[in-house]
T-cell receptor, first 115, second 112 residues
Framework: GAVVSQHPSRVICKSGTSVKIECRSLDFQATTMFWYRQFPKQSLMLMAT?????????EQGVEKDKFLINHASLTLSTLTVTSAHPEDSSFYIC???????????FGPGTRLTVL | QKEVEQNSGPLSVPEGAIASLNCTYS??????FFWYRQYSGKSPELIMS????GDKEDGRFTAQLNKASQYVSLLIRDSQPSDSATYLC????????????FGKGTHLIIQP
């Protein structure tokens, strides 16, 4: 299967700061990337879908001005949590889809803790 | 609103027995169905995908789909302690290019 990486794997920041999370498809071109969020003992919730070179499509209830997504190339998407607050503390997971496969490949996730 | 329902468990199964996991979904337009395994603190990994009614077998795993009943199941034969994890059911309206709607997962415990 294909490999997706995320960086950083863990980040702790102060309230009010911005945090950028990178998602890379290492051995395939990802035409679509997805960002999910998982709170403790909850399931994954889709936040947004991004296609290379296009604006991201956000799910209902997700603030697009707070969660900035950039998918500038076929191998990289970034999620920036702006002015992070403690309630944004969560496990953020990206996935990538390439047309040579018929499934999404998930990154290892980024655990964000906002103090 | 699309919903995927699973019994949260925990489901406790003796080693070597068959574990049966169930899932129902609300959106009749769903076309693709997936089972993921998630260990604590890790991201999900794909176990099975199924797209048409009936059974699909892969090693010790069998996925079953009944679109009329909006029901998906996963059977794990010869359960091993390493199978202990949370199993997530996920659906979408198309193939891999659509975002997934996940259930809350069933926590499976295989007792040695």
């Amino acid at each position: 299967g294909a490999v997706v990486s995320q960086h950083p794997s863990r980040v702790i920041c102060k309230s009010g700061t911005s945090v950028k999370i990178e998602c890379r498809s290492l051995d395939f071109q990802a035409t679509t990337m997805f960002w999910y969020r998982q709170f403790p003992k909850q399931s994954l919730m889709l936040m947004a879908t991004s296609n290379e070179g296009s604006k991201a499509t956000y799910e209902q209830g997700v603030e697009k001005d707070k969660f900035l997504i950039n998918h500038a190339s076929l191998t990289l998407s970034t999620l920036t949590v702006t002015s992070a607050h403690p309630e944004d503390s969560s496990f953020y997971i990206c996935s990538a889809f390439g047309q040579s496969y018929n499934e999404q490949f998930f990154g290892p996730g980024t655990r964000l803790t906002v103090l | 609103q699309k919903e995927v329902e699973q019994n949260s468990g925990p489901l406790s199964v003796p080693e070597g027995a068959i574990a049966s996991l169930n899932c129902t979904y609300s959106d009749r337009g769903s076309q693709s169905f997936f089972w993921y395994r998630q260990y604590s603190g890790k991201s999900p990994e794909l176990i099975m995908s199924i797209y048409s009614n009936g059974d699909k077998e892969d090693g010790r795993f069998t996925a079953q789909l009944n679109k009329a009943s909006q029901y998906v199941s996963l059977l794990i034969r010869d359960s091993q302690p390493s199978d202990s994890a949370t199993y997530l059911c996920a659906v979408n309206s198309g193939g891999g290019a659509d975002g997934l709607t996940f259930g809350k997962g069933t926590h499976l415990i295989i007792q040695p």
